[in-house]
């Protein structure tokens, strides 16, 4: 009985000894009648991901990076900002001038969009009294050789269009002293029409200058269309005043 015995714990159990210099351990031993969780403790063991160590970046490098980032910073906020959804509109002209129509993303910033029309103020304020006006403004697409990047609020020349009628055309001015200062003038103004004391050497003998101030709604259709519908709570949701943009 003893010899079968141990015949057996000779058979169930591997019995290991450590060779070398050190002292003699205590026997480990591992099991053979369970092969399934020795696979499973292999899996885990295989399975367990060792923290890699991360580096760190020199002083040197992350002092340049802080640099650029600034710079970045300081160039974007010199750039003039672009239009948002809500802009404000001012169209103004010498009652025997020409108009002129302005959009500033704030009552206080400067125009970003300002063209001069072939019509006549007076016409158009006759228009506007008689209905609805659309005004659109088109100019030409460039061809593939020769496309530049330029935005459509840009470009220098435009065919006008007066509802349906053609008006001769439309030059994107900058902003100059004498139309920053009516700009300035109607500042207080959020929307409204009048006339404004004008200079009588610039504009004859009828020195009164019109003008009409309101909030417009932006709508980017693409890169070569927008719209700007006039936003007037007492025209029951129609625009008494819309101007597109289309490139063709």
Not at 12 to 37: L, M, R, Y
């Amino acid at each position: 009985m003893a010899r079968t015995s141990e015949d057996s714990s000779k058979r169930h159990f591997h019995w290991t000894n450590k060779v070398g210099n050190e002292d003699d351990e205590v026997p480990s031993f591992k099991s053979s009648s369970n092969p399934k969780e020795e696979d499973k403790t292999e899996n885990v063991k295989s399975h367990v991901a060792m923290p890699t160590p991360k580096k760190k970046l020199p002083a040197v490098a992350v002092a340049r990076l802080r640099s650029v980032l600034a710079a970045l910073g300081r160039n974007r906020s010199s750039l003039p900002l672009g239009l948002g959804s809500r802009v404000v509109g001012t169209l103004f002209g010498y009652r025997r001038g020409h108009v002129h129509f302005a959009f500033q993303r704030d009552p206080t910033s400067p125009p970003t969009f300002l063209i001069e029309l072939a019509t006549p103020i007076s016409g158009l304020v006759r228009e506007m009294a008689s209905g609805l006006v659309r005004i659109a403004l088109e100019c030409d697409k460039e061809k593939e050789d020769q496309k530049k990047a330029v935005k459509l609020l840009e470009e220098p020349m435009w065919r006008t269009y007066c509802n349906g009628k053609k008006s001769g055309f439309a030059t994107r001015k900058e902003c100059g002293h004498k139309e920053w200062k009516v700009l300035k003038a109607v500042e207080p103004i959020s929307m409204g029409a009048g006339v404004l004391p004008g200079c009588s050497a610039e504009a004859g003998a009828d020195g009164e200058l019109m003008y009409m101030r309101a909030k417009f709604e932006r709508i980017v259709g693409s890169r070569d269309s927008e719209a700007f519908y006039m936003m007037n709570p007492d025209s029951n949701g129609a625009p008494e005043l819309s101007i597109y943009l289309l490139r063709v």
